[in-house]
């Protein structure tokens, strides 16, 4: 069975600093794709970032940049030069190469402070 | 990517009642899939809604509850039967990125039902 697992339900991070959020996952498939996804408040659930598993490159979209290491199953994303506008919910997902079930993990939240 | 309209993008609702949430998408996709995200929580596949067939239904989640219809490639709808208080959630519908290549979900806004 796929886990995606959230360890910070809460963070925050000073404006204009880096933060990083983590995020693990189990699975015994080798192919697969992780994702990021960004829900502000009351507002609708985006994607931030996407990292086939196949790639050793870690993905970089502007700020964010993940740090995928699969073989210890992790896949954290850095924001750098934090904004007001990251303050979000951020979840961390799972979706198999061949099947269209995702795994969600439970969220964390993250504010930016002024 | 792909464009998603849901209606109503809130309401409260009484205890007992029903309401059909709509999901409208700008381009003809496989599957729709209806989430609920309870307050604080993560999203839960309700289940996946194919067109010109019978819904799949996820673990704990039962037709009877939450009929779904999909008439056709671009439109869905979840009914949230004989509501409680306990499903007072967002409902979020979804589809997947239609290229190969990408493998994502895109979202509506989501409907957030406050059952009284």
């Known amino acids: 069975a796929q886990t995606v697992t959230q360890s910070q339900p809460e963070m925050s991070v000073q404006e204009a600093e880096t933060v990083t959020l983590s995020c693990t996952y189990d699975t015994s498939e080798n192919n697969y794709y992780l994702f990021w996804y960004k829900q502000p408040p009351s507002r609708q659930m985006i994607l931030v970032i996407r990292?086939?598993?196949?790639?050793?490159q870690n993905a970089t979209e502007n700020r964010f940049s993940v740090n995928f290491q699969k073989a210890a199953k992790s896949f954290s994303l850095k924001i750098s030069d934090s904004q007001l506008g990251d303050t979000a919910m951020y979840f961390c997902a799972f979706r198999t190469n061949t099947g269209n079930q995702f795994y969600f993990g439970t969220g964390t939240s993250l504010t930016v402070i002024p | 990517s792909a464009v998603i309209s849901q209606k109503p993008s809130r309401d409260i609702c009484q205890r007992g009642t029903s309401l059909t949430i709509q999901c409208q998408v700008d381009s003809q996709v496989t599957m729709m899939f209806w989430y609920r995200q309870q307050p604080g929580q993560s999203l839960t596949l309700i289940a996946t809604a194919n067109q010109g067939s019978e819904a799949t239904y996820e673990s704990g989640f039962v037709i009877d509850k939450f009929p779904i219809s999909r008439p056709n490639l671009t439109f869905s709808t979840l009914t949230v039967s004989n509501m409680s208080p306990e499903d007072s959630s967002i409902y979020l519908c979804?589809?997947?990125?239609?290229?190969?290549?990408?493998?994502?979900?895109?979202f509506g806004e989501g409907s957030r039902l406050t059952v009284l």
């Open positions: 990292q086939e598993a196949y790639k050793q």
């Open positions: 979804s589809v997947a990125g239609t290229s190969s290549n990408t493998g994502e979900l895109f």
